[in-house]
Every structure is written in structure tokens, then in C-alpha cells.
């Protein structure tokens, strides 16, 4: 049947048929917001390049949890600035750092909240990179042991899901094998299983204070131009343990999104990452665009892509838009 017969227009004409024909919707349980926790009381400072985010201590965080439980979404994701670095980024894995505690405090006021943790050297490091350094390279295998510290800490800690975003080979498996062995065995590994080496970083490096001091990711992270390597580090996560796999970024990646989407029978997370958050904030600004409507048109596409669960700096403002 073509034109004049059919007429694709027939089911756009308006709002309610539009509704009935929607083939992808979007819902605040489809969120995970990240967030910033560091030391001290009453802190909230602002992240210049990410406006509506903040560093905060651990009371304002959960008071910001509150809010998302009250919207909600279903899951929060913490990243840690600990009070100081160092080269073993030992922070990460004590169980006095800032994110295990932090853990504890959002648990303790907020049960049904899911408190995911990043699982990552980067935040704790001197030297900003996410494992340990010899000769200037970042050591693969000596890594793993001190990742897999830092996830038993977390989920020692109360933590209900650990998601590593360092992109060592082999770190789900021996993460999922200290969780079993500790008796975490019902603790899901949430893997940035296709993490690409991308200048979609930058505003979250402000955030989290973890620029390399020097050279950059690229020994670790993927190279963007590929995309069937992204199928092997998805199917090698899940065959170490991985519950979920996530694609990260999203929006120049959905190609990635939708392939694994088909590959795969894992949910799929997708990142939505602080400089695509960035770009549709400082355009909004400028008037330039209408930065709700850009908001949810992004969103809607990284869920049509194939996405089950989106991490984005958005979900509250995209949360309480979907509510309305
Ligand atoms: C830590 C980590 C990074 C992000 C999440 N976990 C930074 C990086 O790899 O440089 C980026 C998140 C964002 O940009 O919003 N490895």
C-alpha cells in the first residue's frame, strides 16, 4: 500500500494518536544518578561545567538522595574525592574512605534506595590513572588485587551493586571471585564492559578531581573507531561474572548500544556522560537550544538505542519533567 492509499501522517496527527503509537517510553526507573561525596559537613560546591551538580559531604548527599528516592528513580552511583591521594590510591579500599561511609549514611536513612559504587583507582591515585604505575605504565595484573579490595570494601560497607569503570583485563572475574568468596555472592557486577577512551570526560575529571598528571587513558580505555571489539569486551565480561553491561559514552555510541542490544541477552546500561550533559547545559544557556527538549530527545534516544538503564547527570530534571 503506498501513497495515496497510505499515509504515514494518519498516526501523527495528533497527541493522543501519537501516544498510542509511541514505541519507546521513557521512566525515571530507567535512571542511576551519579554523584560526588567528599569530606567534611555542610559541604555543596557546584561543578562549574556540570551546573545543578555538586561536590557535597556526606549530609547534603543524603539529602540530595532523598530527593531522587522522592522522584523515583531507583539507583544513585558514588564517586569518591578522598581527602588525600596517593600513589596506591589507598583510599579506595579503606573502610574508613569517603565513599564507604557514605554508603553507610545513605543505607542507614534510605534502605530501598540502590547504592551502586564505581569501582576505580582514578579518584585516588597521585597520578590520576586508574591502576597502579611501574615504569610508567599501568600495571594490568597488579591492579586487579587492589580493584577487588576496593569492591569487597563496598559491599562491605552496604553497597548493593559494584560497577568497575577501570577497563583492566580480568577484573570482573577477580572481582566476582572476592565478593563469593567473602560471601557477596548475591552482590551484581555492573561492568563498563565497552568504555571508550573519550574527550566526553572532561567536565567529570573537574568533578572528581582525576585528571592524569600525565599521558592519558588510551593503553586501557577503547579506541573510538571500534565497534566489534566492543562485542569481545562484552562477551568476555560476561563470561567472568558480569549482571549488567554498560556502553559508555552514550550518544556517539548508540551504534554500540543497539549492537549489543541484539548480541546479548545482559541488560544494557549506557553512560550518558558528563560532557554530554555539558554541551546541552552551555547550550541551553546560550538560547541556542531548549535545553529540556534536547534533554529528553537525548534520553529517549540512548532508551530507543537499546539502553535498560541510563546513567545521567539529567535524571532528576528528566525525572520530574515524567512525572508532571
Ligand atoms: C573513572 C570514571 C570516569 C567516568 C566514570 N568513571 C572518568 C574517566 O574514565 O576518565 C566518566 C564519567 C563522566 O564523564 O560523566 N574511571
Not at 501519537?18 to 542511576?32: G, K, Y
Not at 528516592?69 to 600513589?87: R, S, Y
Not at 569517603?98 to 545513605?106: E, L
Request: proline share 5%.
Amino acid at each position: 500500500m503506498y501513497f495515496p492509499q497510505y499515509r504515514p501522517r494518519r498516526l501523527r496527527a495528533n497527541e493522543t494518536i501519537r501516544r498510542m503509537v509511541r514505541e519507546t517510553a521513557l521512566l525515571p526507573d530507567n535512571f542511576i544518578y551519579p554523584l560526588f561525596v567528599t569530606h567534611g559537613k555542610g559541604m555543596k560546591k557546584e561543578i562549574g561545567s556540570m551546573p545543578g551538580n555538586y561536590q557535597q559531604s556526606i549530609d547534603n548527599l543524603v539529602k540530595d538522595c532523598e530527593e531522587v528516592h522522592g522522584l523515583g528513580i531507583p539507583a544513585v552511583i558514588l564517586f569518591g574525592i578522598p581527602e588525600k591521594k596517593d600513589e596506591l590510591g589507598t583510599e579506595a579500599y579503606s573502610d574508613e574512605g569517603i565513599v564507604q561511609h557514605a554508603i553507610k549514611a545513605i543505607k542507614n536513612r534510605l534502605p530501598e534506595l540502590m547504592v551502586i559504587t564505581d569501582v576505580c583507582m582514578c579518584e585516588y591515585t597521585s597520578h590520576g590513572h586508574c591502576g597502579v604505575i611501574r615504569n610508567g605504565v599501568v600495571q594490568n595484573d597488579a591492579t586487579l588485587e587492589l580493584l577487588a579490595k576496593e569492591a569487597l570494601s563496598h559491599a562491605k560497607a552496604g553497597a548493593d551493586m559494584v560497577a568497575p569503570s577501570d577497563m583492566m583485563d580480568g577484573r570482573v572475574a577477580a572481582i566476582r571471585d572476592i565478593l563469593d568468596n567473602e560471601g557477596y555472592e548475591n552482590i551484581p557486577i555492573m561492568s563498563y564492559a565497552a568504555k571508550y577512551a573519550s574527550g566526553f570526560y572532561g567536565p567529570f575529571r573537574e568533578a572528581a578531581e582525576s585528571t592524569p598528571q600525565f599521558g592519558d587513558r588510551r593503553s586501557y580505555q577503547m579506541d573510538p573507531p571500534n565497534s566489534r571489539e566492543a562485542l569481545r569486551e562484552v562477551e568476555l565480561d560476561i563470561e567472568e561474572g558480569a549482571d549488567i553491561v554498560m556502553v559508555k559514552p552514550a550518544l556517539s555510541y548508540l551504534d554500540i548500544i543497539s549492537q549489543i542490544k541484539q548480541e546479548f541477552t545482559m541488560p544494557v546500561a549506557a553512560y550518558n556522560v558528563s560532557g554530554e550533559f555539558s554541551m546541552v547545559k552551555a547550550a541551553a544557556k546560550l538560547g541556542w537550544i531548549d535545553g529540556d527538549r534536547v534533554m529528553m530527545e537525548v534520553l529517549t534516544s540512548i532508551k530507543r538505542a537499546g539502553a535498560d538503564m541510563i546513567l545521567t547527570y539529567h535524571a532528576k530534571e528528566a525525572a520530574a519533567l515524567l512525572n508532571r
